[in-house]
């Protein structure tokens, strides 16, 4: 019995100076919680976005320089996400946060900048995408709300100077690389003021008599002003009496008195309002949906900020030119 516990002993021994001399250094043994983060070594910056399309933008211009956690997945209200426990670890962890700003996630009272408080996130390495977009805003007559629009993105020129932040993020964040990122950075702004100059020419042909955008949300302010188009629709300010009979008579009264020719209707809104102007205008629903909110999950037709912009632009030219 004496000769196990004397065993026993020494082997504890042996393991201790063992773990002692583990580190060449002599120091105590290097973790991931205290490896500094380089990605010109290897080390991908670790980016969290709050929703689906920065996610996209992150991938295009970090490339293999960064690993992104998104936040608001595909199919979720973006206005009022509550993080999971994998959202606050990856906050914790982050080296960088995008957000869209422009009351998106709720503003600096909202649930993004509630987790960013709760785990003590060093708010420098926060940037917003929109800061350089001027804001407009949605005012409900009725109920006398009025709120900034959030849909910036949903504008080509609006995704140019998002992407030209971003840039300019990753070469404060990451010195090192930046040229890697200017150089994807580069590219991807060559496909976005292509991608622009297409709005510009194709709504530039739409008739003038078709040059309404009806919509359920009125999401699209940003796109159509700069592109001279007007927009109409059921709701304007988010509430939980959207498409209301006074909302949806409202609507049907200016498509009769102004012979639009089509209405469209947004891939994450429930169509049913929709319908119920349709029926009482005479006025046919587009059968293809267009995009507000989000792009699809990977591998879905609408699964890239790029291909959100295209397909946008194939639906609401061929709607209005019929």
Known sequence: MRS??????LACLALFVFAACGNDNGGPEETDNNKAKDASNGDKLQVVSS??????VVREIGGDKVEVHNLVPTGTDP?????????????????????????????????FFKMIDSVGQDESKVYSVTERVEPMYLEDKA????????HTFIDPAAGIKMAEDMRDAFMEVDPDNKDYYDDRATEYLERLRAIDQDYEERLGEIPEENRVLVTSECAFQYMLDHYGLEEKC????DTEENG???????LVSYIKDHNVPVLFVESNVDPRPMETVSQESGVEIFDIPIYSDEIGSPGDEVDTYVKYLNYNIDVISEGLSQ
């Open 244 to 250: 209301s009979p006074q909302q949806i008579k409202s």
């Open 143 to 150: 109920t006398k709300e009025e709120e900034v629009n959030p």
């Open 51 to 56: 929703f689906t399309i920065i996610a996209d």
């Open 234 to 237: 059921i709701w304007k300010v």
């Open 79 to 111: 206005h009022e996400y509550e993080p999971l426990p994998e959202d606050i670890k990856k906050a914790t962890d982050a080296d960088v946060l995008f957000y869209n700003g422009m009351n998106l996630e709720g503003g600096k009272d909202g649930w």
């Open 4 to 9: 196990m516990i004397k065993a026993m002993i």
